[in-house]
C-alpha cells in the first residue's frame, strides 16, 4: 500500500516525514521537492511517477501532502485518505497551516501512527479518534475510558460518543440541490437532472434517535410498484411525491427500517455530517427559461436578443443570476442595452456576462447585444456555444419537501417539542445550458 507520507510547506522545507515501508528511500523527499514543488512548468496532475516511485499530492492553502508508494495501488483510495487526513487534522487543531502543524507535530505523528499500519489506511474517524488521542495527544489509560474506544470501535455506533450535552437542543437541516439542464432554443429539454444532498447539523444532547421524512415515491418491492399502479391522477396530485432514482445514506442511517417502513431512521453525529445524496430526472421544476434570438445582419454585424423569465413563485426571490452568452471569436466591439442587473463584454472570454442581483418569481428580463464583426476570409460558420446560467433560489427544483424531522431521547427524558429544529431549501445550478 503506502510507503510513506510527507508534508511540506511552500518552500519545500520538509515537516512532517513517516516512512511506513523499506522500498521508499530518504532520497524520495528531495525527489518530490525538485520535480514537483520547485518545477518551472505547472503541475497539472495530481499523481506524478519519479524513478518508478508514484507519487500522490494535495495542495491545500501553502502546504502539501503527498504519499509516496512504489506499488500499483488503488488511487481513489490513496485520495480518500488524504483528504481524511486533511479533515482530521482540521477537526483537531482548525485551519492546516505551516505554523499550526509545527504546533502540534508530536499529535500529527501520533495521528498517522492510528491512521496507517505499515501503510494500511485503518481508522480515519475523528469521532474514534478523539476518544483516545486528546487535543494534547496524551493517550487515556482509565477503564472507563477503554470501554468506550472498544464500544466505539467494535459497537454499532462508533459515530457517535456518549456523554454529549448542550444546554439547547438544535438541530439544522440544509436541502442542498444542483439542477443541471441542457435545452435546445425551442424550449425542449435534451437533458435533465437534479443531484441533491441532504445537510444536518446535529446540536443533541445523549444518544437520541431522529425519524426523517420525505415526499418521496422510491419503489423497494413489487408490493410498492402494485400500490402506485393503483393510484388514480387526482391522488398522485394530492401526493406529490417526487421519484428520486438513486441515492445513498451516512452509515448511521438504518437501512432495515427504510427498506420495510419508507422512513430514514437514525442516531445522528455530533455536528456537521451529510445524512443522503439522491439524483432525480423526472418532474424537475426549471427555477428559469431562457428565449435566446440570434440574427445576423450581413458579414460584419450580429444581434443577440435574450429574454430571461423566472418560473418560480412571485414570493420567492432568486440571487446570484448570472447568463453567459457567448459571442464569435472576431467580434471587435460590442453594444449592450438590458432592462435589469449590470451587463458587461468580456473579450478574454469571448462572451457577455449578464449579472441580476435579485429576480423574483413570474418576472421577465431582456437583453440586446449589438456585435460588430471583423471582416474574415474564412467561410466557416459560427458554431453558436450554448448560453451558460448560473443562480441561487430558495426552493428545492426536484420538488422534495421535508414531512417530518422527529427526535427521540427516552434517556434523558426530553421531548420532539422541546427540541428546536430549522428547515432550509437551496437550489443552484449545476450546468445549465440553452443552445442558441
Known amino acids: ?93 482548525g485551519k492546516v497551516s505551516e505554523e499550526a502543524i509545527k504546533s502540534n507535530f508530536v499529535l500529527i505523528y501520533e495521528l498517522l501512527d492510528e491512521i496507517l499500519d505499515f501503510g494500511y489506511p485503518q481508522k480515519t474517524d475523528s469521532g474514534i479518534l478523539k476518544t483516545f488521542i486528546t487535543q494534547q495527544g496524551i493517550k487515556t489509560t482509565s477503564a472507563e475510558e477503554q470501554t468506550k474506544i472498544t464500544n466505539q470501535v467494535t459497537g454499532q455506533i462508533g459515530w457517535r460518543r456518549e456523554g454529549i450535552k448542550y444546554r439547547r437542543n438544535e438541530l439544522f437541516l440544509d436541502v442542498l440541490e444542483n439542477v443541471n439542464l441542457l435545452m435546445n432554443a425551442q424550449g425542449k429539454v435534451l437533458s435533465a437532472h437534479v443531484s441533491g444532498r441532504v445537510v444536518m447539523r446535529s446540536y443533541l444532547s445523549g444518544m437520541p434517535e431522529c425519524k426523517f421524512g420525505m415526499n418521496d415515491k422510491i419503489i423497494t418491492d413489487n408490493k410498492d410498484k402494485d400500490n402506485n399502479n393503483a393510484n388514480d391522477g387526482v391522488a398522485k396530485k394530492k401526493n406529490a411525491g417526487i421519484a428520486i432514482d438513486d441515492c445513498t445514506f451516512h452509515q448511521c442511517v438504518k437501512l432495515s427500517k427504510f427498506e420495510t417502513e419508507r422512513s430514514i431512521s437514525f442516531i445522528p453525529p455530533d455536528g456537521e455530517f451529510e445524512l443522503m445524496r439522491y439524483r432525480t430526472t423526472k418532474d424537475i421544476s426549471f427555477p428559469f427559461r431562457i428565449i435566446p434570438l440570434v440574427r445576423e445582419i450581413g458579414k460584419t454585424k450580429m444581434e443577440i436578443k435574450v429574454v430571461l423569465k423566472s418560473n418560480y413563485r412571485p414570493a420567492l426571490l432568486g440571487q446570484k443570476i448570472e447568463v453567459k452568452i457567448p459571442t464569435p471569436q472576431t467580434t471587435a466591439g460590442v453594444n449592450l442595452f438590458c432592462n435589469k442587473g449590470r451587463s458587461k463584454y468580456k473579450s478574454s472570454d469571448n462572451a457577455v456576462v449578464w449579472r441580476i442581483k435579485r429576480m423574483a418569481g413570474l418576472k421577465e428580463a431582456q437583453l440586446t447585444a449589438e456585435i460588430e464583426l471583423l471582416p474574415s476570409t474564412e467561410n466557416r460558420k459560427w458554431q453558436r456555444p450554448p448560453i451558460s446560467m448560473n443562480f441561487e433560489v430558495p426552493y428545492a427544483p426536484s420538488g422534495l419537501k421535508v414531512r417530518y424531522l422527529k427526535v427521540f431521547e427516552p434517556k434523558l427524558n426530553y421531548s420532539d417539542h422541546e427540541t428546536v429544529k430549522w428547515v432550509r431549501y437551496i437550489g443552484r445550478s449545476g450546468l445549465y445550458e440553452t443552445r442558441s
Do not use: C
Request: hydrophobic share 50%.
Open 1 to 93: 500500500m503506502i510507503g510513506g507520507l510527507f508534508i511540506y510547506n511552500h518552500k519545500g522545507e520538509i515537516l512532517i516525514s513517516r516512512i511506513y515501508r523499506d522500498d521508499i528511500a530518504r532520497n524520495a523527499v528531495d525527489a518530490f521537492r525538485v520535480n514537483v514543488i520547485h518545477a518551472r512548468s505547472q503541475i497539472r496532475s495530481p499523481v506524478t511517477n519519479i524513478a518508478r516511485t508514484s507519487f500522490f499530492h494535495l495542495k491545500k492553502a501553502n502546504i502539501w501532502i503527498t504519499a509516496v508508494t512504489r506499488q500499483n495501488v488503488n488511487a481513489a483510495m490513496v485520495f480518500e485518505m488524504l483528504h481524511k487526513t486533511l479533515a482530521l487534522m482540521t477537526s483537531y487543531f
